[in-house]
């Protein structure tokens, strides 16, 4: 018997890539071990209840088509059932496929789906909301928020928005309880950045960020040591740091190397408590309004997901 697939599609992430979608699919897709349907998004939180009404009509697969936004809301949907995640990715940044090793030309990715391999990963709740890749708030929360305004998307848009909002962010007073005790710094400890005990922090914080993955996306490393696996969270940790070392602060997001930075602190937790001045953050690139506290608990290999 054939498996049921789903393809559900957001025609405004990313660059476009969605357009050569259907052509894909019809070419590449195996039709001896699949019977496929689409599905097209039209409202933010539509893939949701696509993904939802998926699981109740018994599809194993089901595709997100998109960016990592696309990703949460298909996989969130997913968590606890027997269907499987798969990506196409098509969005601007594509950091939970990327850390999962699926490639970014879609004719391999599509061969990915095609062999349909499984395994299990961790997804981890932030209050009310699920994550699949990465979560936080601070600056990469900022940013999300404001390339969310924009129409045109694209990794040289987000780009432009960091640098130009690197000049007025300022970082906020937070206050981080992790239960129980993390585990200590990941990573090359130094006489700067030594190894540090204690499940308490406050302090100004540019970034609290939390990782199942190890990047945001486009190879912007976060927690180079992350796995998704392993029922464990990064929680990573910048402290507020001079603007004149922002440069080297982003050169080291993409050598991997952000660990080393003596204003960067990351432990391994499976459960914190985040209070920010501000009440918005990012679920996996996305910005919502999370308030002022954030409970953090990972949920271990909760999830399908068709990998390499």
Not at 4 to 23: A, M
Not at 79 to 107: E, F, K, Q, W, Y
Not at 155 to 170: G, P, T
Request: hydrophobic fraction near 40%; glycine fraction near 8%.
């Amino acid at each position: 018997m054939k498996k049921k697939i789903l393809f559900i599609i957001n025609p405004i992430s990313g660059v476009g890539r969605h357009k050569t979608v259907e052509k894909l699919i019809d070419e590449k897709l195996d039709r001896t071990i699949y019977d496929y349907e689409l599905a097209y998004t039209k409202a933010a939180k539509h893939a949701i209840d696509l993904s939802k009404k998926s699981v109740a009509e018994n599809f194993n697969i089901v595709v997100a088509v998109g960016g990592d936004g696309s990703v949460n809301e298909v996989g969130r949907s997913l968590v606890g059932t027997d269907s499987a995640l798969a990506i196409l990715p098509c969005g601007s940044g594509n950091g939970t496929a990327r850390h999962l090793n699926i490639s970014m030309n879609l004719s391999k990715a599509m061969q990915i789906i095609n062999k349909g391999n499984t395994i299990k990963i961790d997804t981890f709740n932030v209050n009310d909301e699920t994550a699949i890749n990465t979560a936080g708030i601070g600056y990469a929360a900022h940013i999300a928020y404001e390339f969310s305004k924009i129409k045109k998307r694209g990794f040289s848009n987000y780009l432009k928005i960091a640098v130009c909002d690197s000049l007025k962010y300022r970082s906020q007073i937070c206050e981080i309880d992790a239960h129980p005790q993390p585990l200590p710094l990941v990573g090359e400890p130094s006489s700067a950045n030594p190894p540090q005990w204690g499940g308490h922090r406050r302090g100004f914080f540019f970034i609290i960020d939390i990782a199942n993955g190890s990047q945001w996306g486009n190879n912007a490393v976060i927690a180079p040591h992350a796995k998704n696996d392993d029922g464990l969270l990064d929680l990573c940790i910048v402290r507020d740091f001079p603007f004149r070392m922002f440069p080297l602060m982003a050169l080291r997001l993409f050598t991997r190397s952000i660990h080393r930075s003596k204003f960067v602190e990351i432990l391994k937790v499976k459960e914190v408590i985040i209070r920010q001045e501000r009440d918005y953050a990012h679920i996996d690139g996305e910005p919502v309004i999370i308030g002022k506290e954030l409970k953090v608990k990972v949920n271990p290999l909760s999830l399908k997901v068709v990998v390499p």
